[in-house]
Structure formats: structure tokens, C-alpha cells
């Protein structure tokens, strides 16, 4: 098979007969072999009866129907899991994607050699001041903190090779951050090409400004993942050792004066009456606590269980 059409939606039901006719004609257009897959993140829309509507008549069409909204991270961990494709390309539902970059974005991982490809919506029809400016922000942010050179992180539309995404763990509100998650998991050839972005002809945009502050929160984590997430005693064990030592030694400096002072006869402040013994003792805890926090960090890491993260009611 050719193309699996990964698409995560919430209470979508005026766009999906579009979309679903636009998919199909450039499917055919192309002779791609193909499946769509539909997740539906707890609509309470009749969007999963018109996803059902289409499996009747499409045979390509295939749905998972979440019990309740999970989150669109989910979502798509979910619709990897059931990929079968040799390209895997994720959009949105909204028609604000073109399913004519499909064809694009299929050659540059097919004969371009690329592990992923990320859309660039270099132009725009969203608000400035409410999408576009906090996006190029973040996406700033991201390209600083993360080292992956994309211009727009949060475009719905990419593509990737098929053992890309069964080797990533998509999970929290990490979407943002997959091509991060695929250069961490060993896929270094990530590219981008502008796409085409469309004004939203129905409904509302189901994300608020919200995202970009748990976005800014969620790269923090990804880093701290990336670089310690299979070794958190590497940072924490070393911050405890360090603070542990400078207080170990300030205590022992503020001891050996006051010993220093006694042998001269020389007049000297009580060690409990100085406060530079209890920033070093405070200290001396902190460090303490820090490689514990270290120390169980890596006991959790290597008992910890992959524990169900949403619960499907229904598959099509």
C-alpha cells in the first residue's frame, strides 16, 4: 500500500464528505493504493456517522472512535498504530489542509530519501496577532532549543516514512514536537516544503491561545527528555553531588575557622549564630534530595509499566 491517510478530528462533521471526495480524487488522479484513517477524539457532532457513511460506499475508509476527547497526541499515536502504509501522511480535518500536496509529499519521501517531511504555511489566513505572531515565536523557540531547522513545527500536514512512526512515542501534547521526536529516536533526514494554507470554511478552531503556553512547557519536557529521559541520574545525581559538596565544604571551612580562631584565643562567632552554617546546610539537603530525585528517577524508569492512555469505544 502506498499512502495511509492519518486524519485526527473533533466534532468535524460539515468538513469530512469534502475532504473525503478531495482525498479520493487525488488518489485516483495519482493511482495511489491507499487507506484513510479517521480518529475521531470524542466528537459530539455526527461526525462519526458520517465517517461510518463513508465506510459504507469506501472501502478504503477505516475509523477509530475514542470514548471521550484524549487529545489530538492520541489521537495520532493511535492512527500510527493502525498505518499500514509504506508514507504515512497526517492532516487536519478542517479543509485548512490541501490533499493536493499529497502527491508532493509522498515523492519527497519516496524518491527524495527523506525519514519526514513537515508542510510550511508560509502564508497564512489565521489572525496575526491571536496565531501568526505567537507561532513564529514558538516555532523560534523550538528551532533554538530542538536544533531541527523547520520554519512551522505545528503544521498538521507532513509525511513520514512507515518505520518512523512505529518508532516514535507520541504521547502528552507532544505532536507539536514529532519531527523532534523522530531526529531523538535516530531519523536525522527531516525536510520541509511549503504548503498551501485555506481559510477555515466551517466551524471554529478547536485550539485557543492556550496551546502556545503548554507548547513553550511541552518543549521544556521534550529537551529534558531528549538529553536525560534515559538518564535522569546523569543530571540530578551530578546537581546533588555538586550542591552536596560545596555545602559539605562551606560547613567544613566555617568548622576549621572557628577551630582556627579558638586555638589563637581569638574572639569567635558561635557556629549556630552564623547564618553562612545554615545556607551551607540548606545546601548540603538540597543536594541531597536532588540525587535522590536522580536515585528514583531511574528506579521508576526501569519499573515503569506502558499504562493504557485512552480507551477506543468503537473501530470501523
Known amino acids: 500500500m502506498n499512502l495511509s491517510i492519518v486524519i485526527p478530528l473533533l466534532n468535524e462533521e460539515e468538513s469530512l464528505s469534502e475532504l473525503h471526495q478531495w482525498i ?4 485516483a488522479e495519482n493511482n495511489f493504493s491507499y487507506e484513510v484513517i479517521f480518529i475521531d477524539d470524542g466528537s459530539t457532532d455526527a461526525s ?38 509504506d508514507v504515512i ?11 493536493e500536496e499529497i502527491p508532493g509529499l509522498y515523492s519527497m519521501v519516496t524518491s527524495g530519501g527523506f525519514d519526514l517531511v513537515s508542510g510550511w504555511k ?10 501568526n505572531m505567537p507561532s ?15 520554519n512551522d513545527f505545528n503544521c498538521g500536514l507532513k509525511a513520514y516514512k512507515n518505520i518512523v512512526v512505529k518508532n516514535i512515542e507520541v504521547s502528552g501534547e507532544m505532536h507539536r514536537y514529532i519531527p523532534v521526536l523522530a531526529k531523538n529516536a535516530g531519523f536525522a533526514k527531516i525536510g520541509e516544503k511549503v504548503v498551501m494554507h485555506q481559510a477555515r470554511k466551517y466551524g471554529s478552531t478547536k485550539f485557543g491561545m492556550e496551546r502556545f503556553i503548554n507548547g513553550f512547557l511541552d518543549l521544556i519536557t521534550i529537551w529534558f527528555l ?11 545525581g551530578a546537581l546533588g553531588v555538586l550542591m552536596f559538596l560545596i555545602g559539605l565544604g562551606s560547613a567544613a571551612y566555617i568548622g576549621a575557622m572557628k577551630l582556627y580562631k579558638l586555638y589563637h584565643h581569638e574572639k569567635a562567632m558561635l557556629v549556630a549564630n552564623n547564618p553562612w552554617f545554615y545556607i551551607a546546610l540548606v545546601t548540603m539537603i538540597i543536594g541531597t534530595q536532588l540525587f535522590l530525585a536522580g536515585f528514583l528517577g531511574e528506579i521508576i524508569l526501569r519499573t515503569k509499566n506502558n499504562e493504557e492512555r485512552y480507551k477506543i469505544s468503537e473501530t470501523l
Open 48 to 85: 462519526w456517522n458520517i465517517i461510518q457513511q463513508l465506510g459504507v460506499t469506501n472501502p478504503n475508509i477505516k475509523g477509530i472512535r475514542f470514548h471521550r476527547n484524549y487529545g489530538k497526541s492520541q489521537a495520532l499515536h493511535a492512527g500510527f498504530a493502525k498505518a499500514q502504509g
Open 136 to 150: 513564529k515565536l514558538f516555532n523560534w523557540a523550538a528551532r533554538k532549543t530542538s536544533g531541527v531547522k523547520l
Open 226 to 236: 531528549s538529553r536525560f529521559g534515559k538518564r535522569p541520574m546523569h543530571l540530578f
Open 24 to 27: 479520493v480524487k487525488v488518489m
Open 89 to 99: 501522511i497526517t492532516m487536519d480535518a478542517d479543509l485548512q489542509d490541501s490533499p
Open 122 to 131: 508560509k502564508k497564512r489566513y489565521d489572525s496575526i496577532l491571536s496565531k
